[in-house]
């Protein structure tokens, strides 16, 4: 009776709970979710939680997208909008926090879930609300660090280059013409009280646990939990809608949901090529004169869009990889291919993203040759060095030297 019914309830409790204006409607259906999870947990319906997870990742804001023009790096801080949207929802406070209790407690049984939970997570580095020891690394050579997001600078405006060489009347001139701006907007009281409660709901969560409970996870999860931070070290590509484009996704969904982990030692790969296709067709595209503006492309250099969380994504898949070493072969296909195919794509990728994969894959070769197994991964990612452009290496030789010296001192008693 459940299992007819059950994805039915799931939609009717998320709509209560989404139209609700009461405390008593929110709390009954919070309870009606966490029961609906038990029970599909004591009978192994995977993907009933799945669904629960995913209607709450959806009524938690969490998902929102992070308005234009914010920037993690900025300093000083200006207010953060996204943090202030999600620290006035109440209701999605309550649903991400349930959200995060399920997947700390029965993450073992989340399987496609984990894309709706990585999406949430890839936000909340972006605007720097992870725990600090999630985010804590060892550098080779810069000692204990936070892992830093993987952000372009801005380049500076050209009319910030003029108004330096102005004259006194002329700046005047731009002083009483000029608009008011967001990095001068004073926040109100609510704004920063808003941004003080994103800050205490995420701290009271159990993200901290989710990552702690990795070791007691099965194979399917932990697979499916490495494709998700794969899938969200990449920006999404944005196209313009047009029925071949939306033939095209309706097709790759029908694959994913048919088998969502086949084929994952080769994700990495497709990203890659659906990136530097479009790429590719953005060139064409300005040298034929459709693009608008096509200094935009010659401005990126024909660098990839990655995620700000692309390395956070990055360490976490090699330390769940290692941990897990001898529980779950699989996991290092999927590491090593992720690792290897952005060095074979150097080019396009942004050097600081080259450095932590070369130490990444150094710290999987160390583990490798302790077990003594897989010599021929190790071999591959050492041969992989060799295509990485000279003036990529020139960048990041030091902290590739320090890996590899690393590596040959504390595995020297393995090497034959």
Known sequence: MFVTTCNLTIAAISYAFDTAEDDITI??????????TLIAKKFKMNNIID??????????????????????????????????????????????????????????????????????????????????????????????????????????????????????????????LAQPNDDNYQPTQEELAAQHFTSECIKSSRISDIFNNIKSMGKESLIELCNAMIQYSFKPIKRKPSLKNIDKHLQSLNKTSSNPSIDSESLTHKYFTEHISNLNNNKQASLNGSVKNPQNIKGKDNKIDFSSAALFFLYWITKITIENAERVDDLWSIAFDHCIEIIK????????????????????????????????????????????????MNEINDPVMAGINVLIKETTKYIK
């Not at 700390?104 to 580095?125: P, Q, R, T």
């Not at 060892?138 to 993987?150: A, T």
């Not at 150097?346 to 050097?351: F, L, N, V």
Request: glycine share 4%; net charge negative.
């Open 27 to 36: 709390q009954k259906a919070i309870i009606g979710l966490h029961y609906c």
């Open 51 to 176: 669904n629960v997870i995913n209607s709450l990742s959806l009524l938690s804001g969490l998902q929102n997208e992070t308005p234009d023009g914010y920037d993690p790096l900025a300093k000083p801080k200006t207010l953060d909008k996204w943090s202030v949207e999600f620290g006035i929802n109440c209701k999605g406070q309550v649903a991400s926090l349930l959200m995060f209790d399920i997947a700390a407690d029965y993450g073992d049984s989340i399987h496609v879930g984990w894309k709706n939970i990585m999406e949430c997570i890839n936000n909340l580095f972006l605007h720097s609300l992870l725990p600090e020891n999630l985010t804590e690394y060892e550098d080779l050579v810069r000692g204990k660090s936070q892992i830093p997001h993987l952000v372009v600078s801005k380049p500076i405006k050209k009319s910030d280059s003029i108004r330096r060489d102005t004259g006194f009347i002329s700046t005047l001139f731009q002083c009483a």
């Open 345 to 392: 794509n150097a080019s396009y990728c942004p050097s600081y993203l080259i450095e932590h994969t070369v130490v990444s894959m150094m710290k999987l070769n160390k583990k490798l040759i302790e077990l003594d197994i897989k010599p021929e991964l190790v071999a591959l990612s050492f041969e992989s060095l060799k295509s990485i452009p000279t003036n990529i």
